[in-house]
């Protein structure tokens, strides 16, 4: 064990690079820092009306379908508040299947393809609106880029050379990369991707708690161990694929 220990430390920031965070569209969707006082604590309850035709909308997206006009996101609005989830009491429990149906409920609104008889204008709006619930969507539906957004919306980022501190973790994660490149058998793989799900699973649980307490230096620290346990489950993934 002592000599896997001075192995991750020597090679910390190789097993780093091994480790890609989940990626999303940045294309559309500008990258933003958010503070900490704008964060909502609760997807608002009453249902907004259209500023043109003063009817409600049918839902949180800015859209009205009644007298087909469509309208800007304001850029502090959250992933949450945009497709209705409450904040509180805890952001990082998400329903998926209640995100799921709002997803569907709001594309089905502001997708370019609802607008495409309307005006440029309202064509261009519908686009940046469709773009952003999908970003919203997929970062609310995966644990780890859900956990980044919490963390960034609450002022603490994760960078891309960020590294575990726990060298005890270093070493088990280097351990599993090399049992996987030296592996003979599926057998094998198979035991280590579902050990290293466990570790997910209870990393997952880690963060619940840690988000409900908004520990959040507890949770960038958790978030970080995550990243690396999901690389661990592409790479076995990918062996199993191609043997």
């Keep these: 064990m002592q000599s896997l220990l001075l192995r991750a430390s ?16 940045r294309a559309t969707v500008p990258r933003q820092r958010y503070l900490h006082n704008t964060v909502p604590r609760r997807a608002q309850s009453s249902t907004k009306a259209c500023p043109v035709c003063t009817q409600p909308l049918p839902g949180p997206v800015p859209a009205c379908t009644k007298c087909w006009n469509i309208f800007a996101l304001p850029a502090d609005v959250s992933h949450h508040e945009l497709l209705g989830l409450d904040y509180d009491p805890n952001p990082f429990v998400v329903d998926l299947p209640t995100l799921k149906k709002r997803f569907r409920d ?3 609104i502001c997708h370019p393809d609802s ?17 952003r619930v999908n970003h919203a969507y997929q970062t609310l539906l995966n644990p780890l880029p859900r956990a980044e957004y919490i963390l960034e919306r609450n002022g603490v980022h994760i960078s891309e050379v960020d590294q575990a501190q726990d060298m005890m973790f270093m070493a088990e994660i280097m351990e599993a990369r090399e049992t996987i490149d030296d592996a003979e058998n599926p057998e094998e793989v198979r035991a280590l991707l579902e050990e290293n799900e466990d570790k997910i699973s209870a990393t997952v649980k880690e963060l619940e708690s840690l988000f409900k307490d908004r520990d959040y230096a507890s949770a960038k620290a958790a978030t970080i161990r995550l990243r690396y346990l999901q690389g661990i489950h592409r790479a076995a993934k990918r062996w199993l694929d191609n043997h």
């Design 106 to 108: 709001a594309q089905s």
């Design 115 to 131: 607008w495409a008889s309307k005006n440029p204008s309202q064509k261009d709006v519908a686009q940046a609106l469709s773009a």
């Design 10 to 25: 020597q090679r910390a920031f190789v097993v780093a690079a091994r480790a890609p965070r989940t990626t999303l569209p």
